[in-house]
């Protein structure tokens, strides 16, 4: 069963229930995922910026958007409007997808992973996970692999509150930590 299945089929009658909703409109969703890999190192190899680009595109389904320095800080040898990151904002049925191989297979693969921190959240509902490499997932090349980045996954949900996102990730099958260690 796909998650955007899961969602509609089992987690809003569960969360209407749980939090006593009337309305269909006010259960919590995810409304957006950011993802976002920072490029600074790659600065002086183009080649290596076009592998990173690749892989983030395989990895998402999605062409990147190259972020650009804002200004020039001579300690990080950086120049204004160089290339310092990339970004990828994932909406619909390709944000579901990607959430599914996060949560089925990218986390799973990660080296000691003991489940996700519930504490994690911002304080309005959203939650930020960070990957040290992207080789947990299935689609990165193997000709590729010299190239090792993180990336930083940010799920946005329309959820005002932690807890009620928390519930919305844990029912969606995110797995979080039981204990608080």
Excluded: C, W
């Amino acid at each position: 069963m796909s998650l955007k299945t899961t969602y509609k089929e089992k987690t809003v009658p569960a969360l209407k229930q749980a939090f006593s909703l009337t309305n269909l409109m006010a259960v919590p969703k995810v409304n957006k995922v950011v993802v976002n890999v920072g490029v600074g190192k790659t600065l002086k190899d183009a080649k290596m910026l076009e592998a990173i680009i690749d892989d983030v595109k395989n990895i998402t389904g999605q062409a990147p958007v190259k972020t650009l320095a804002k200004k020039s800080i001579s300690g990080f040898k950086i120049r204004e409007n160089q290339v310092v990151g990339l970004m990828v904002t994932l909406r619909g049925s390709r944000m579901y997808d990607f959430l599914e191989k996060l949560i089925r297979v990218a986390l799973p693969r990660v080296r000691d992973f003991r489940g996700l921190d519930p504490k994690k959240f911002d304080g309005h509902g959203n939650y930020n996970i960070g990957i040290r490499e992207q080789i947990v997932f299935p689609e990165t090349t193997r000709e590729h692999l010299e190239y090792t980045f993180g990336l930083e996954v940010n799920i946005q949900t329309t959820s005002k509150d932690d807890k009620q996102a928390l519930e919305l990730l844990k029912s969606l099958g995110f797995p979080f930590r039981k204990d608080n260690s």
